[in-house]
Structure formats: structure tokens, C-alpha cells
């Protein structure tokens, strides 16, 4: 019985010897590639602003000047939602949101979404979705041009009740088989307007966060 024992309390310590190096592997790997990851996320971002927001339109760091707000026209259940404010010379140019639609036919969609000091939309990309390929794909922009139909677009250009899918009685076109994506954009692009023409004095003049300071309030 000792032995048994003896050899259960060897194979204990071995099991427990693996798991700590397995965790200390685990870690060590992290630690290594958590810079490159956050780079390879900072770049892809960087990438997708300057399609919304062309890059000589500002000179400010725009990833950098950046709050959070909390509207659930922007984001459900109290999501913040980050907003990156473009200046020149010290002067309010864009905001670009990270709006997202949580009404997707396979759930959220999240998108950049431009607007310029004067409310008009700059561009728009769809930056992560799980809508059905060959159908709801279609606001991909490496799919289909579908997203550009917004750029140059502000309120009232159409008539707010025109800012829907042709189906629904406005101006934007759906697709063959699939209605329920293009309307959950066209309503978040539509509600990203809506917040910016109330907000838009205040939102260039907040605060940014400190590191570590959590998220802020909206306007």
C-alpha cells in the first residue's frame, strides 16, 4: 500500500509539474506576442480609417484622439462605443465611430462609420460580421462596393424617412435574398447621423481618457 501510495504521490507532482510548465509556456507565449498582436491590430485599423477618412484630411494622431461614448443607437446594452476625432491645425475635421449594428440576419455588425464637421458621411466599412457568404457578404467591401453608396450621404440627403432599404420605401438598394443586412446598416449609419447632429459641439471637446481610466460617458 506504500508503494501504491508513493506512486501516486510521484505521478501527482509529475501531472502538477507539467501543468505549471504548460502555464508558464502559455504565458511566456503571450507575453511574446502580445505587442505584435496589438501592432497587426493597430495597422489593420489604421487601414481601414484611411478608406472612411483619408488620411491627408488631418494631421492630429487620430488613433490616439479618441473617446468613448455610451448611446444605444450606437451599440446595444450599454456597449461603449470608441470615436476617433480628426483635427487639422487644431480644428475639429471628422469623427469616425465604431458603430455597431446588432441586428445582422447571423448577428452584430461592426463598422467605422465617418461623418465631417458638417454631418456629411465619408465613408463607411464594414470591419467584422458573420453574415452568409454570397448573400449578406455583400457589405464587405472586398465583396461589393455596396458600403459607397453612403459616402457624400447626411441627413436630410435623403429625407430621414428615405434612410432605409428600397423594400422599406427608401433609397438604399438590398439584395437579391437578403433584406435584414443592409437594413441593419443603413439604420446604424442612420442612427451614427442622428448622434453626431446632436452631439456634434460637445464631442470634439471631451477629454481623452487617461490609460487605465475605464470607460468614459457619452456626451
Known sequence: MRGFARQLLITAL????????????????HEAT????????????????????PPERYDNDILRDRVQVVDPRLAPHGEAVTVYRARRQGRPVAAVFTT??????NGRIEL?????????????????????PGLGDAIDIRKSHWVEEFRG?????????????????GVFDQFTGATITPRA??????????????????LFTLPVPRAGGGTGEGP
Open 14 to 29: 509529475l501531472l502538477l509539474g507539467f501543468a505549471v510548465i504548460g502555464v508558464g509556456l502559455v504565458a511566456a507565449t
Open 34 to 53: 502580445k505587442e505584435r498582436i496589438a501592432e497587426n491590430h493597430r495597422r489593420m485599423l489604421l487601414r481601414f480609417m484611411n478608406q472612411v477618412l
Open 100 to 105: 455597431v449594428a446588432p441586428d445582422g440576419y
Open 112 to 132: 467605422l462609420v465617418g461623418v465631417d464637421v458638417s454631418g456629411r458621411v465619408t465613408g463607411v466599412r464594414v470591419v467584422d460580421h458573420h453574415e452568409t
Open 153 to 169: 450621404r447626411r441627413l436630410g440627403d435623403p429625407p430621414l424617412k428615405r434612410w432605409a432599404v428600397k423594400k422599406d420605401g
Open 185 to 202: 446598416v443603413v439604420k446604424a449609419v442612420r442612427h451614427t447621423l442622428l448622434y453626431f447632429q446632436e452631439h456634434r459641439k460637445t
